[in-house]
T-cell receptor, first 113, second 113 residues
């Protein structure tokens, strides 16, 4: 079946540090890949996405590249801010699956000033 | 414009009771999804509506769970004979077309005592 594995949290960084949150997936076919973010007290928001191999999604300084050979979609940011503190979810959507999302468990990121 | 709204934001009930959770999708969105998020986990798919019909209900855990969308807009998730294990955040998402980005509501936090 389809599954997403994210690195365990929590992750605690100082402001301006480099961020990587690892995400690997298992799926048949060619899924689309997503990163969603949940800020404290808010709903899930789409952060970025990639729909085919070697695509790079980017938004708000975050990037992730769809790597089919390693079945990965790691999230990176060069310099985090306190306002990036949130829970980050990696997700996939497999073609022909009625477009439902399969999520990882989430990674809590805390950025300290 | 308005996002996805869900009511109530919190619901506390007793074991064995019946509950209804409501989702108002973004106007014009034909696809609607329900997910359930247990503590420390990512959201898990429950059911998908395309218009008025449930196109995929494979994620409903058992026959105590049922959802409707009679006019192709508002949806209600119904849980009969609630159990403590049903305690979770129930999320609703909608998209203009199924293959497009899903927008999430803030969720209903259900606690079964």
């Amino acid at each position: 079946g389809n599954s997403v594995t994210q690195m365990e949290g929590p992750v605690t960084l100082s402001e301006e540090a480099f961020l990587t949150i690892n995400c690997t997936y298992t799926a048949t076919g060619y899924p689309s890949l997503f990163w969603y973010v949940q800020y404290p007290g808010e709903g899930l928001q789409l952060l970025l996405k990639a729909t085919k191999a070697d695509d790079k999604g980017s938004n708000k300084g975050f990037e992730a590249t769809y790597r089919k050979e390693t079945t990965s979609f790691h999230l990176e940011k060069g310099s985090v801010q306190v306002s990036d503190s949130a829970v980050y979810f990696c997700a996939l959507r497999r073609p022909g699956s009625n477009y439902k999302l399969t999520f990882g468990k989430g990674t809590l990121l805390t950025v300290n000033p | 414009g308005a996002g996805v709204s869900q009511t109530p934001s919190n619901k506390v009930t007793e074991k064995g009771k019946y509950v209804e959770l409501r989702c108002d999708p973004i106007s014009g969105h034909t696809a609607l999804y329900w997910y359930r998020q247990s503590l420390g986990q990512g959201p898990e798919f429950l059911i998908y509506f395309q218009g008025t019909g449930a196109a995929d209900d494979s994620g409903l855990p058992n026959d105590r769970f049922f959802a409707v969308r009679p006019e192709g807009s508002v949806s209600t998730l119904k849980i009969q004979r609630t159990e403590r294990g049903d305690s979770a955040v129930y999320l609703c998402a909608s998209s203009r077309l199924a293959e497009e980005t899903q927008y999430f509501g803030p969720g209903t936090r259900l606690l079964v005592l």
